[in-house]
């Protein structure tokens, strides 16, 4: 008698786990979208570097080519 309530119990549980494993749920974020967002990141960040290299560059090669020598 305890086989059988040990097996109706261990069929219970088994099916129980095998549909909540089954659940498909939705990814709230996907790898391929996670790997877009990055690469938008990573490309505005070196947007942003080389922008601000010459704007640090700009002053000095104006002020170079504007100077007259008296």
Do not use: G, W, Y
Not at 23 to 52: C, L, M, V
């Amino acid at each position: 008698m305890i086989r059988t309530i040990a097996a109706a119990l261990a069929a219970v549980v088994f099916v129980a786990f095998s549909a909540i494993a089954a659940e498909e749920t939705p990814p709230t974020s996907s790898d391929s979208a996670r790997k877009d967002t990055a690469k938008e990141r990573k490309a505005q960040k070196k947007a942003n570097k080389k922008a601000k290299k010459a704007k640090k560059a700009a002053p000095a090669d104006t002020s170079s080519t504007t100077a007259t020598p008296k």
